[in-house]
């Protein structure tokens, strides 16, 4: 059987490539920061990490994860409700509560562990959930296991988000699902809107602050510090493997009784190992940093600014932002792969993104800016974008 579906594999493999769609990986071979080394050899400056707060290879961080290696271990081999529970994991959910102003949090392995385990165990066939179209896939796939009924609105459209509202009437339970900032084109949910429909409509809110917390918002606590309704959504999910530190691990956050149930049947939650002590300290550190101060946000916010300003006057086309995701249009997808490739050779380290990770026709490269970005840095990856932008006839 395998012969058959090798050649069918093989075919479709080369299809991708030759359509231009195929996905190389390059390989890192240094911390992740700002500049990084490939294994080339080659030095090259990082815009397309979600390190948004220059923490994935802060000293302080490391430290922190060295004194829980030297203190409470290596690995948990074990899932949180028989023997993976440690007391930095208590530490950490306490702390999440805190920054979002909620009253209780669950980890999880990854955030789209956090997604794919959030809806099956509050929602049935009785429920409705009402999902913005260009949601994470890792929101995507969990609503699709669970068997509410499915509502989808065109893209922060508060006139659409109302229509399917009224259309869930008749559902028993009823949640607005959307991404804080949507992460292709680093756009921000209008949660002040969202809030007041849910209120006119009797429905709960839930909020993916992946790309949004540590970045949007002046203390960078994420949407609803943004739209003044901290402590309003229901449920909020998010990860410790963008702004909050780049290692890895998500988690839920919001109403206690909500948590509750997720630690009673989230079946991620349930069957995956607890995060290791090294990343659940570092987390605690990196929370206790950003209640200290604000002044990593305050950089992230001044080099984006400076970005999307250079960036526009030097004549691309670039999509509206309130984060740290800076698109830069291109529409044709081999023309993002092309332009991505001789950024690189002139030190500027950024990825095209093409169907299906965004639309037909949509292609574009994705900057991300972070904290860790100089303004050297920044005048060198415009000056780049310029050059290899008058060579193939973009600006």
């Known amino acids: 059987m395998y012969g058959k579906l090798k050649e069918h594999l093989q075919k479709e493999l080369t299809e991708i490539q030759e359509a231009g769609l195929y996905k190389s990986e390059r390989i890192i071979a240094s911390p992740q920061k700002a500049e990084i080394t490939l294994n080339t050899g080659q030095k090259v400056l990082n815009f397309c990490a979600n390190n948004y707060l220059g923490l994935s290879d802060h000293p302080k961080l490391k430290e922190a994860a060295h004194e829980a290696l030297n203190s409470h271990g290596f690995g948990m ?7 993976g529970t440690q007391d930095l994991h208590k530490t950490l959910e306490a702390k999440i509560a805190n920054f979002f102003g909620t009253e209780d949090t669950i980890l999880y392995a990854a955030a ?10 509050l929602f049935s066939e009785e429920d409705a959930i009402i999902s913005d179209s260009l949601n994470h896939a890792s929101i995507i796939d969990g609503v699709r296991l669970c068997k509410a009924k499915r509502y989808r609105y065109a893209n922060a459209d508060m006139e659409d988000l109302e229509k399917q509202l009224q259309l869930a009437q008749e559902q028993r339970f009823r949640v607005i699902v959307t991404d804080g900032v949507f992460s292709m084109d680093g756009n921000v949910a209008p949660m002040d809107k969202i809030n007041e429909l849910a209120k006119k409509y009797d429905a709960l809110v839930m909020v ?4 949004s917390a540590g970045v949007v918002g002046e203390t960078g606590r994420g949407v609803t510090e943004l739209f003044n309704i901290r402590g309003e959504v229901d449920i909020i999910t998010g990860t410790l493997g963008k702004a ?5 691990g998500g988690f839920t956050t919001g109403r206690k009784e909500i948590i509750e149930l997720l630690r009673q049947r989230s079946r991620p939650y349930l069957f995956s ?24 946000q305050d950089k992230l916010h001044a080099n984006t600014a400076y970005f999307m300003e250079k960036m526009t006057a030097a004549g691309f086309d670039i999509k509206p932002t309130k984060s740290a995701i800076c698109a830069v249009m291109l529409y044709d997808a081999p023309l993002s792969q092309k332009m991505a490739a001789m950024l690189l050779e002139e030190g500027i380290y950024v990825i095209g993104f093409y169907y299906p990770v965004v639309p037909k026709g949509q292609a574009r490269i994705r900057v991300q800016l972070s904290a860790g970005h100089e303004t050297e840095h920044l005048d060198k ?3 780049a974008f310029t050059k290899v932008g008058k060579a193939l006839d973009v600006i």
Not at 77 to 83: K, L, N, Q, T
Not at 208 to 211: I, L, R, S, T
Not at 273 to 296: C, H, R, W, Y
């Open 77 to 83: 081999s074990s899932v949180r409700f028989i023997c």
């Open 244 to 248: 909050f530190g780049g290692a890895i």
């Open 273 to 296: 190992n607890s995060l290791p002590p090294v990343v659940v300290n570092a987390g605690i550190k990196m929370f206790d940093m950003m209640d200290q101060t604000n002044e990593l």
């Open 381 to 383: 990856a415009i000056a």
């Open 208 to 211: 993916d602050e992946c790309h």
């Open 112 to 121: 789209f562990d956090a997604n794919g385990g959030v809806f099956e165990p």
